[in-house]
C-alpha cells in the first residue's frame, strides 16, 4: 500500500487557511456585553444548558457526527461560498436532526462543530476583548448557545472545536486582557519571543510558568461549558501533527485543559488531535478521552474520502497503538464515511472493510456524511447493531495474527471465550483469505456467525476460508467448540539455536524467557534448530516478537526459499505480541529461520510456538 506523504501541501496547510487567516490582519474584536450580533461573547456567568443524562465519560468509543469531512470536500454542491463555507448554523441544525431521526436510537449521540465557527467566508477570525474565539455572525446568527441548546432538545450532546496554543488573531499587541484574572494579559501567557506552535504554526506556543496561561484556558473551557458543550476537539497537538520538538510540546496545553474543564464541573468529552505521537500515549490517556492516530483522513479533492488516500493506511497506523485503548480513552482513527457511495469515493467493499476495521478497533464511530442524503446500503453499515457491538463491546482492541500483507486477519478474544475475527483483502484484485483457528490458540470445530449478514454459517474445523473482492472483507464471530491448541515452544535465545551477522541475544522483561533475539539487521539471522513434528504439513506457526515500528523479516523452513513478511508494530519495543505464520514441516527435526535481509531491518524474536499435530 502507498502511504500519504506528510509533506504533501493539502496535509501540511488545508487548515491552515483556516486558522492563519489572522497573519493577513484580518482577526477582529468583538465588542463586550451587548453587542447585537454575539450576545453571548463575553457572557461567562449565565447559567449552563443541560445535556442529556449520560454514561461516565468515554465509557466507550463515541458515536455521532462531524463537520469536517463536508467542509474540506469539493463534491459538488457542499460548500457554495467558498472553500469549508459548509459550516453554517443551518447545517448543523439539519444535520442534527436528521441524526436525531436516523441514528440516535443506534447509539449515535454527538453532534461536533468543526474548524471555522469562529470565521466568516473569507477566514476572518472573530475574539472577544478576552482573546477568545467568537462565532462568526455569519455562519452562527444566533450563536453557539443556541445550537447547543438545539442540539440538546434532541437528545443528543454537542460538540466544538479550538486550535491548541493562542491563536495570533487573538494576540492584541500583548495587551489583551484574561478573563477573570486581574492584571494578566495576552503578553503574560506566552513567551516573549512569540515562538509558535501546533502544527500549523499558528499560534503563540503558551508559558505555563506564569499562572496567567492556566486562567486563559480556564476563560476558555468555562466559556464553552456556559455555552453547553459536551465535547471538545484540540486541534494541531503536538508531540505529533507532523511536529516535534520543545515548541511544538502540547502536553503542558493539554494538561491545562484537562484542568480547566474539570473546574468547569461540566463533564466534556476531551479528544486530541493529530497523528499524535505514540511515546506520548500515556500523557493523552491521562489527560483525554481520545486521539488521533494519524492525519486526517478525507481526501481534500471531490469526493470525502479515496481508498488510497488515505483509507488504507488504518490498516497500517491501528496495530501499534492496540494497548493504548480502553475504557476513558480511545485510539480515533478518524471520521467513518461510508454512508453514501456516491460521495464517499467509496466501492461498496470498500466501505465495509472501512466501517469493519474501525469497529474492531475500537475506533469512535462518527460519521461525516450528509445524513440527509444517506443510501440504504450506507444506512444498513452504519446501523448493523451486531457491528456496533464489536466496536462498543469490553474485549480488546482487535490485532492482526498474521503478518498485515495484501491478505490479513486480524482478531481478538471475546469474554464469552468467542473470538472476534475479521478478514481483509487489500489488493486490487479478488483474493481468498484464511483464517486459521491455530492463529488463536485452538483446534477442531467451530462455529461462524456473520455479523455483516446477521447468518449462522454452520460449523468450520481448523479454519474458515473467504473469497473477498478487491479491498474486500468479512467479520465474523467464532466460538470454539473444540480443544485448545497443543503445542510446543522454542525459545530464540536457547542455547542450541544458531545466530550470525549482528544477532544477540538481549534481556526482555515482556517476553517469555525473560530474554530475545536482537539486532536482526543487515544479514542477521536467527535459526531454530531442532523444531520437532510427528508428521509432514503444513503448520501454523505462531511467533512471539517485539518491534517498535512495522519491520519485515524473511521466514523459511528447512532449505526452503523464504518468504519476506510485514511484522506490525507492537507499540514500543518493550511489548511483545504474536502473528502466525504458514511454515511446511516434515516429520522429525526441522529448522525455522528468520532472516533481515542485506539491508534490512527485522523485529526482535522472544520465541515460536509450534503445534503438536496437524
Request: aromatic letters at 10%.
Amino acid at each position: 500500500m502507498t502511504r500519504n506523504n506528510p509533506g504533501d501541501p493539502l496535509r501540511r496547510t488545508v487548515r491552515t487557511l483556516l486558522v492563519l487567516a489572522v497573519t493577513a490582519g484580518v482577526a477582529t474584536a468583538v465588542p463586550a456585553a451587548g453587542s447585537a450580533a454575539t450576545p453571548e461573547a463575553t457572557t461567562t456567568a449565565q447559567a449552563t444548558t443541560t445535556a442529556p443524562a449520560a454514561a461516565p465519560l468515554a465509557a466507550t468509543p463515541y458515536m455521532g457526527w462531524s463537520s469536517w469531512s463536508m467542509q474540506s470536500s469539493s463534491y459538488p454542491g457542499l460548500n457554495p461560498d467558498g472553500n469549508y463555507s459548509y459550516l453554517t448554523e443551518a447545517n448543523v441544525l439539519k444535520q442534527t436532526d436528521a441524526l436525531a431521526s436516523k441514528l440516535k436510537q443506534y447509539g449515535y449521540d454527538y453532534v461536533n462543530i468543526d474548524a471555522g465557527w469562529w470565521m466568516d467566508n473569507t477566514w476572518k477570525q472573530g475574539y472577544d476583548q478576552y482573546g477568545r474565539q467568537t462565532p462568526d455572525p455569519t455562519r452562527f446568527p444566533h450563536g453557539m448557545k443556541s445550537v447547543a441548546d438545539h442540539i440538546h432538545s434532541k437528545g443528543l450532546k454537542a460538540g466544538i472545536y479550538l486550535p491548541v496554543g493562542l491563536e495570533k488573531g487573538a494576540y492584541g499587541d500583548g495587551k489583551t486582557p484574561i478573563w477573570n484574572a486581574p492584571g494578566c494579559t495576552t503578553a503574560d501567557i506566552v513567551y516573549p519571543d512569540l515562538r509558535t506552535t501546533n502544527g500549523w504554526d499558528s499560534a503563540y506556543k503558551l508559558n505555563f510558568a506564569n499562572p496567567c496561561a492556566q486562567k486563559y484556558i480556564d476563560s476558555q473551557a468555562r466559556e464553552l461549558a456556559d455555552w453547553g458543550y459536551d465535547f471538545l476537539k484540540l486541534d494541531g497537538v503536538g508531540p505529533g501533527s507532523f511536529k516535534s520538538g520543545d515548541n511544538y510540546d502540547n502536553v503542558p496545553d493539554v494538561a491545562a485543559w484537562h484542568q480547566a474543564i474539570a473546574a468547569t464541573g461540566r463533564p466534556i468529552h476531551f479528544e486530541l488531535s493529530w497523528a499524535l505521537d505514540i511515546s506520548h500515549a500515556a500523557d493523552w490517556k491521562k489527560y483525554s478521552n481520545g486521539w488521533r492516530i494519524e492525519t486526517d483522513v478525507e481526501c481534500y479533492c471531490s469526493t470525502l474520502v479515496t481508498w488510497e488516500n488515505s483509507v488504507n493506511d488504518r490498516w497500517n497506523d491501528a496495530p501499534a497503538w492496540s494497548d493504548k485503548a480502553g475504557p476513558g480513552g480511545w485510539n480515533d482513527l478518524d471520521s467513518v464515511d461510508v454512508g453514501n457511495g456516491a460521495m464517499d469515493g467509496l466501492t461498496n467493499a470498500e466501505r465495509q472493510s472501512y466501517m469493519t476495521l474501525w469497529a474492531i478497533n475500537k475506533s469512535p464511530l462518527f460519521t461525516g456524511d450528509d445524513l440527509t442524503r444517506l443510501d440504504s446500503y450506507g444506512v444498513s453499515l452504519l446501523t448493523n447493531r451486531e457491528v456496533i457491538g464489536v466496536d462498543q463491546n469490553s474485549s480488546p482492541v482487535a490485532r492482526p495474527v498474521t503478518p498485515v500483507g495484501d491478505q490479513q486477519v486480524w482478531g481478538t478474544r471475546n469474554a464469552d471465550g468467542s473470538y472476534t475475527v475479521a478478514l481483509f483483502n487489500l489488493a486490487a484484485a479478488p483474493a481468498s483469505v484464511t483464517a486459521n483457528w491455530a492463529s488463536f490458540g485452538f483446534t477442531g470445530n467451530a462455529s461462524v456467525r456473520d455479523l455483516w449478514n446477521k447468518q449462522n454459517l454452520g460449523t468450520y474445523k481448523n479454519k474458515i476460508t473467504e473469497a473477498l473482492p478487491a479491498h474486500g472483507s468479512r467479520l465474523f464471530t467464532i466460538r470454539p467448540a473444540g480443544g485448545t491448541l497443543k503445542t510446543t515452544g522454542y525459545e530464540a535465545e536457547a542455547a542450541n539455536n544458531t545466530l550470525s551477522g549482528n544477532a544477540s541475544v538481549a534481556g526482555c522483561d515482556a517476553c517469555s524467557g525473560g530474554k530475545k533475539v536482537g539486532n536482526l539487521y543487515q544479514g542477521g539471522t536467527l535459526r531454530f534448530n531442532d523444531v520437532t513434528v510427528k508428521k509432514d504439513g503444513i503448520y501454523t506457526v505462531n511467533v512471539a516478537y517485539v518491534s517498535g515500528d512495522p519491520r519485515s523479516v524473511t521466514v523459511s523452513s528447512n532449505s526452503g526459499n523464504g518468504t519476506s513478511l510485514p511484522f506490525p508494530s507492537t507499540g514500543d519495543w518493550s511489548t511483545a505480541h504474536t502473528v502466525s505464520v504458514q511454515l511446511a514441516l516434515k516429520a522429525g527435526a526441522n529448522t525455522i529461520t528468520f532472516d533481515s535481509g542485506s539491508d534490512g531491518y527485522a523485529p526482535d524474536i522472544d520465541k515460536i510456538d509450534v503445534p503438536q499435530s496437524l
